[in-house]
């Protein structure tokens, strides 16, 4: 009897020798974010860093989709890598500095994207954003303290937008935005400060300021002003 019980209990340990440690493992959820080029996940969200990201950069997520998790930037934030999100036939990307296919909130007080030396980075982008909300998503702005500031460098390229969204952008209170796209006159002619598609696209604005320079379109969509 006691022979028998030994044998099986080897037989359980060589059992679960067997198995992959990966199975206890805890599982990593994912978001649709990506920072600076950097996957957003349950496993990064409270320290997102990377070589495109200078500062302190954390993500909240949210149980309910609908209401939009949060992604908090903190003073002086900039971002410098981007996430190729597509490719055209001839392996030319479509870069995105902050990109999501889920709802999403961001709080920041001052916070600089900059993807003018991108080129020098070796790729070879037919379109640049510095936000991109895809999959019909929202995107909302607001700031931690008492005014906000997003500045938006942005390279020549063939399109290129300050903010691309499939739904609406509302922009708080007191929040300046600074969008500033180094457009060769004459050669492309997509270039958007914001745009804004779809059935619910439209730009929410209270009380901001807008400085959007070198676009040859501002705004695209409806604008809501109050």
Known sequence: ????????LLCLVMALSLVPSMAFAEEV???GLWVGGVEVTSANRTNITGEGIQGDVKYFPNSNPETGGFLQLANDVVISGSFAYDYDNYGNSMEAAIYSERNLRITSSNTTIDLRDIYEQGKRPTEIDG???MNSSWLDISTSGSVGELTI???DCQTCCGIYCEDRVSIATNYNMFVNINMTPGVY?????ICTTGDEGELSLSNGVFHIVGACHPVYGKVETN
């Open 189 to 193: 002619e997509d270039s958007y400060g």
């Open 29 to 31: 959820e994912h978001y």
């Open 153 to 155: 460098n942005l390279p």
């Open 1 to 8: 009897m006691k022979k028998r019980v030994l044998s099986l």
């Open 131 to 133: 936000i991109c909300m």
